[in-house]
């Protein structure tokens, strides 16, 4: 695996340097279109409404349109902002697993410990396992302000992108709205037929029929000859090119915990004496 992003993974005092990485990979067979009259390959072009000129994507920037102007926003801005230099993943709380809404995981990725010493990753690990919660995170990837959960899977710390609250839509669905009669023998039945199909959940067991045909529809017109020289119709191809060390655990984490007492003794003294 190729490691896409690397910083360090902050909560308090206690700094953990990691490297991220895609924590699941596409397995859809890849296609292309053709023109069905000779199987040529059919190509985009980038066109410019302006001049009708084929532009380069490195010179390509993007643009806000509100309606009635434009503003263009060039590399150089995004590189600028702030949030997009930040490699922190910052810790913002801890919280029971079960109070965040599975509707709301997205990308799953793997967390590897970026340092001489794997002591701090082993200490948030271990910490999450313990205390059996997981970490609510913030961090920057790829130009978006991302929320994330930091869980614990076998030995590694997994970091699953959220996502945000006004993103998930709400269910109103009229026909919930009426009220249905369930009656005791027809629930009794359909708790019968849980329990004939009840087991345990081993997605290994479980294959995409769909690709796996049409890999073999592939493999099958390959060994017929029903193929062409893909040199000759498509052209050569070109392959794209391609945290600081904790001083003093210890110290860090009994300065964390005073810094956070000293914070919630300030706020209930000052609701106190609201």
């Not at 040199?231 to 090119?241: D, K, Q, S």
Request: proline share 4%.
């Amino acid at each position: 695996m190729r490691a896409i992003w690397k910083g360090a993974v902050t909560f308090g005092l206690v700094n953990v340097p990691i490297k991220l990485y895609s924590a699941t990979e596409d397995h859809d067979v890849s296609l292309h279109q053709v023109h069905n009259a000779d199987g040529g390959r059919i190509r985009y072009q980038r066109i410019c409404d302006i001049d009708g000129e084929v532009v380069a994507y490195q010179d390509i920037d993007r643009a806000y349109d509100d309606g009635e102007r434009t503003v263009v926003l060039t590399k150089d801005d995004f590189d600028a902002l702030p949030a997009e230099r930040n490699r922190e993943i910052e810790v913002v709380e801890f919280v029971p697993a079960e109070q965040v809404d599975p509707l709301l995981f997205d990308r799953p990725y793997f967390l590897e410990p970026d340092s001489k010493s794997p002591k701090a990753y082993a200490l948030l690990r271990a910490t999450l396992e313990r205390t059996d919660r997981i970490a609510i995170v913030r961090f920057s990837l790829r130009q978006k302000t991302q929320l994330a959960a930091l869980r614990v899977r076998g030995d590694v710390l997994v970091l699953q992108t959220l996502l945000w609250a006004d993103e998930l839509r709400d269910a109103a669905f009229p026909a919930l709205d009426e009220p249905v009669k369930v009656t005791d023998k027809e629930l009794e039945l359909s708790a019968s037929l849980v329990d004939s199909y009840s087991s345990d959940f081993d997605p290994s067991e479980y294959t995409d029929e769909y690709q796996a045909e049409l890999r073999a529809l592939i493999d099958a017109k390959l060994e017929a000859g029903d193929a062409f020289d893909s040199a000759e119709t498509f052209g050569e191809r070109v392959e794209p090119e391609t945290g600081g060390e904790v001083i003093d655990l210890m110290e860090a984490l009994r300065a964390s915990v005073e810094r956070s007492r000293t914070a919630r003794g300030t706020t209930n003294d000052t609701a106190a004496s609201g």
